[in-house]
Each structure stands twice: as structure tokens, then as C-alpha cells.
């Protein structure tokens, strides 16, 4: 660990015992690829949450920066940072929550699919230290292709006789961040009133908005569907292009993360009726995963959704995302066993 642990001040351990108590009423989080392009504003917010007693970042380079930088900000939340793998244990043992961004993002040109052969082996080390050192925590993973690695990640765990699917989380947030915010945009609404079911996974045509159930209800051309249904799935690729070669999406995935983390915290306290949608282990189709809307409580996902009623347009998105969705799944499955 880079800076001092929670039972020690600066000038030893009699003022800093007060700093632990202080803290210790919210929940220890690991970010694993923190100081990357999202681990940082990640990072960054992730000490703003009230909910955060504890904070870890790993990577396995730039820690101790961003941690000394970090860790100045006069929020609760403890920090520590962790570099290289030999320090995975450290980062891991005792968390409740496991962020992970870690892995390359998309240059133009590139499909998230395209970044599987560096980021399934990195998701597959870092479950395997989520296996040994924290069973029981709940990892939201980020890391791309998410529609096969969080196959990988449950693949893991089963080998280590330590999944439970409750806990096991792809992050499909942005999907509906995006969704949110150009809905909103061709309704004339504020952005927070509006709430878009974004269903399947998370690349291209699997990335299956559901706008015949927007809230507030309301109705869409057909040419405003196409739009929409566009630029949601292409919203990854719009920013890749517009960065030009300097990475994917960041800011408003660190967003987004946050957002979603901050509600898997509020399920872990307790509080009733948060609904998300994440990339789940899953029956609501006849594939082993998919991302629908979930009810998060104590123990992880607590409720899967069922998809409601779709319209002609929707069941027609939904089985080309089904049969995409499928050869991913069972590469992420493969990787692992081969
Ligand atoms: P980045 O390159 O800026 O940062 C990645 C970080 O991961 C780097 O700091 C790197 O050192 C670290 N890393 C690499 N190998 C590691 C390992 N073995 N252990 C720990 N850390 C390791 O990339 P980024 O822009 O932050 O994107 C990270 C990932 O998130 C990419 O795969 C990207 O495609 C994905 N992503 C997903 C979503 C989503 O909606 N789920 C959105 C945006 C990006
Ligand atoms: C996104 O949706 O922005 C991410 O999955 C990153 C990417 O490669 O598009």
C-alpha cells in the first residue's frame, strides 16, 4: 500500500484510529485499472460517494500518483493504492465492491470484439484474485467485450467453486446514460426525467433499446426509432471516432460506472426498489446471459425483470442480438476452458 493504512496517522496510531472509526460505517470498493482514462475519474468520484469508507486503487502502473493525488481530497472515504500484480491481494482482501476497468480500449476501426484477445486474459487474472481474496464481494466489470467477459469472469469463479450469479455484474449503464440523454433530446425533456429499458448486451446491434416502454410513456415516429435506435447502439463507436485513435469513452463512463456502483452500494445498505439494467447471468431468454432490468438488494441481484411486451420492431432487434449475443457468450466460455 502506497499511503497509510486505516489504523495509523501520519505521526502513528493514536489520532489515526479516530479516522478508521469515522469511517467504518460504508462500504470497502477496489477499482482494478485505476488510473486509466476511467479508473481516474472513477477514482475521483468514487471518493466523493458518502457510501465509500474505503477506497483501493490497482493498477499495474501510475498508482501511487493518482493515489497520492486522490487521497487528498477531504472526503470520508480512506485511500489506498496497490501497483502490480504482486500487490493484488492487498488490493482485493475485505471488499464489498470490485470495479473493474481495466484492459485496452477501441482505436477507430476496431470492434469491442476486437479487444477480447489482451482483455479476456487480464479479466481472467484479476477474477481469479477476486476468487482467492474476496468470494463474496460484488464485482461490476466494464471491461470489454463485456458480452464475453463476464462469461469469463462466471467462468472463473465456477472453476474456483465461487460464483454466484447475484453477484456478478456487467456494466451496460452507459448504454442507458446514452439512451436517456438523446431520447430526451428529441422529446424536448430534461434528460433526468427520462428512463429507457436498455436490453441484451453491450456492443453494436446486442445493445437492444427498448423505446416502446420509455418513460414518460410516449410515442416515436418511425423515422425517430431509427435515429434513436442508431445512435444508442453506435454511441460507443461515435465517441471512438471523435477521440481519433486516443481511446474510447471515459468521462461519461466514469459516470455511468459511478451511477451504477452507487446503486449496487444503496442495494448492499438495504434500501427497497433499486432497478438498474446490467449484463446478468440470466433466464429471461434462452441465453445463459443477458442485460435486462434488475432489483438490487443485500445479496446482489436479488430480481431479474422479465422484458415486458415488445413491439414488432423490438422482437426483430431482439433476435438478431440473441444470435450476436450467443458466439460471444460461448467465447468468453471457451477461453476459459479451453
Ligand atoms: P485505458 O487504457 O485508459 O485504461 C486501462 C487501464 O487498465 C490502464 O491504466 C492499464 O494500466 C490498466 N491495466 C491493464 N492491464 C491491467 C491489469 N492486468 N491489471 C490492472 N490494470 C490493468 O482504457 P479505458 O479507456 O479506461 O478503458 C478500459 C476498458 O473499459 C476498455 O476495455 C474499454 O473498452 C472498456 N469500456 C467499457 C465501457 C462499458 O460501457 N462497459 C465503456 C467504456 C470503456
Ligand atoms: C462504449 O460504449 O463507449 C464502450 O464500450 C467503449 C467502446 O469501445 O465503444
Do not use: W, Y
Given at each position: 500500500p502506497s499511503?497509510?493504512?486505516?489504523?495509523e496517522g501520519p505521526l502513528g496510531l493514536e489520532r489515526g484510529i479516530c479516522r478508521a472509526k469515522g469511517g467504518s460505517a460504508g462500504f470497502k470498493v477496489a477499482i482494478l485499472g485505476a488510473a486509466?482514462?476511467?479508473?481516474?475519474?472513477?477514482?475521483?468520484?468514487?471518493?466523493?460517494?458518502?457510501?465509500v469508507s474505503v477506497l483501493h486503487l490497482y493498477d499495474v502502473v501510475n498508482t501511487p500518483g493518482v493515489t497520492a493525488d486522490i487521497s487528498h481530497m477531504d472526503t470520508g472515504a480512506v485511500v489506498r493504492g496497490f501497483l502490480g500484480q504482486q500487490q493484488l491481494e492487498g488490493a482485493l482482501t475485505g471488499m464489498d465492491l470490485v470495479i473493474i476497468p481495466a484492459g485496452v480500449p477501441r482505436k477507430p476501426g476496431m470492434t469491442r470484439d476486437d479487444l477480447f484477445n489482451i482483455?479476456?486474459?487480464?479479466?481472467?487474472?484479476?477474477?481469479?484474485g477476486i476468487a482467492k481474496c474476496c468470494p463474496?464481494?460484488?464485482?461490476?466489470?466494464?471491461?470489454?467485450?463485456?458480452?464475453?467477459?463476464?462469461?469469463?469472469?462466471?467462468?472463473v469463479f465456477k472453476k474456483a467453486g465461487t460464483f454466484d450469479p447475484k453477484r456478478l455484474l456487467g456494466v451496460t449503464m452507459l448504454d442507458v446514460v446514452?439512451?436517456?440523454?438523446?431520447?430526451?433530446?428529441?422529446?424536448?425533456?430534461?434528460?433526468?426525467e427520462v428512463d429507457v429499458p436498455v436490453v441484451g448486451g453491450h456492443a453494436g446491434v446486442t445493445i437492444l433499446p427498448l423505446l416502446s416502454q420509455v418513460k414518460p410513456p410516449c410515442s416515436f415516429t418511425q423515422k425517430e426509432i431509427d435515429y434513436l435506435t442508431d445512435r444508442i447502439q453506435n454511441g460507443?463507436?461515435?465517441?471512438?471516432?471523435?477521440?481519433?485513435?486516443a481511446g474510447s469513452a471515459t468521462l461519461s463512463m466514469a459516470y455511468a460506472a459511478v451511477k451504477f456502483a452507487d446503486a449496487c452500494l444503496r442495494g448492499l445498505r438495504g434500501d427497497a426498489g433499486i432497478v438498474e439494467c446490467s449484463y446478468?447471468?440470466?433466464?429471461?431468454?434462452?441465453?445463459?446471459f443477458f442485460a435486462s432490468k434488475v432489483r438490487l438488494g443485500r445479496t446482489g441481484v436479488e430480481e431479474i425483470h422479465a422484458l415486458g411486451p415488445l413491439n414488432e420492431y423490438e422482437r426483430v432487434g431482439l433476435e438478431k442480438a440473441k444470435k450476436e449475443l450467443a458466439a460471444s457468450i460461448q467465447k468468453g466460455v471457451s477461453f476459459v476452458n479451453k
Open positions: 499511503n497509510n493504512s486505516p489504523t486509466g482514462g476511467i479508473g481516474q475519474p472513477l477514482a475521483m468520484l468514487m471518493k466523493m460517494n458518502p457510501l482483455n479476456a486474459g487480464i479479466v481472467k487474472t484479476l477474477c481469479e463474496k464481494a460484488i464485482v461490476n466489470l466494464i471491461s470489454n467485450p463485456v458480452n464475453s467477459t463476464v462469461p469469463i469472469a462466471a467462468e446514452r439512451a436517456n440523454t438523446f431520447v430526451a433530446e428529441v422529446l424536448g425533456l430534461d434528460p433526468r460507443g463507436t461515435e465517441v471512438v471516432e471523435a477521440k481519433a485513435g446478468v447471468a440470466s433466464h429471461v431468454t434462452e441465453l445463459p
